[in-house]
């Protein structure tokens, strides 16, 4: 089945500076890769998501890039604010079943 | 828009008892709904899939007569843990499939629970 490894386990970061997640997962199969936000004692909420078909995809301050051929996948934030304090976990998918990550807790210190 | 509701957000009971922990789509039809647990400071990990008017599907480890699922309804799905122990206590997070190919998954707040 799928596995899914995330580093790092946490990220420290300042305030304005850039922050990157990485991802690799095991089947080549896996098409989906979604990236979500989790902020404490709450549900995960999906910031971005990215399909096998296309390499990079970005909205606004946030961006993810594919590499099919390595299969892995990274998350980058610029200009982090402390709002984007959380845990991050990315995920891969082949047929709507979603494999998580062990994600990443991200602290932006002001 | 769209949004997944859980309901309840925390529910502490003694050990023996059993809990029920509904999950509803707001706004859309969901014929399939994921049940996940999550203990402190670890990943989600899926529980089963829970397919509208049939029979749920178990991961391995899961046991299904210890978390019972029923998809009765496209907007409806619950998880009941029977006769809870200590080591049930965990954060359940249910969530159903949206989008063209169901894969983005929108999901609900999340249930603490705490088996005394």
């Known amino acids: 089945g799928e596995n899914v490894e995330q580093h790092p386990s946490t990220l420290s970061v300042q305030e304005g500076d850039s922050a990157v997640i990485k991802c690799t997962y095991s089947?080549?199969?896996?098409?989906?890769f979604p990236w979500y936000k989790q902020e404490l004692g709450k549900g995960p909420q999906l910031i971005i998501d990215?399909?096998?078909?296309?390499g990079e995809k970005k909205d606004q301050r946030i961006a993810v890039t594919l590499n099919k051929t390595a299969k892995h996948f990274s998350l980058h934030i610029t200009e982090t604010q402390p709002e984007d304090s959380a845990v991050y976990f990315c995920?891969?998918?082949?047929?709507?079943?979603?494999?998580f990550g062990q994600g990443t807790e991200l602290s932006v210190k002001p | 828009g769209a949004v997944v509701s859980q309901h309840p957000s925390r529910v502490i009971c003694k050990s023996g008892t059993s809990v029920k922990i509904e999950c509803r789509s707001l706004d859309f039809q969901a014929t399939t709904m994921f049940w996940y647990r999550q203990f402190p400071k670890q990943s989600l990990m899926l529980m089963a899939t829970?397919?509208?008017?049939?029979?749920?599907?178990?991961e391995q480890g899961v046991e299904k007569d210890k978390f019972l699922i029923n998809h009765a309804s496209l907007t409806l799905s619950t998880l009941t843990v029977t006769s809870a122990h200590p080591e049930d206590s965990s954060f359940y997070i249910c969530?159903?499939?949206?989008?063209?190919?169901?894969?983005?998954?929108?999901f609900g707040s999340g249930t603490q629970l705490s088996v005394l």
């Open positions: 990215i399909r096998s078909n296309v």
């Open positions: 969530s159903a499939g949206t989008g063209a190919t169901n894969e983005k998954l929108l």
């Open positions: 995920a891969a998918s082949r047929g709507g079943k979603l494999i």
């Open positions: 829970s397919n509208e008017g049939s029979k749920a599907t178990y």
């Open positions: 089947d080549s199969a896996s098409n989906y």
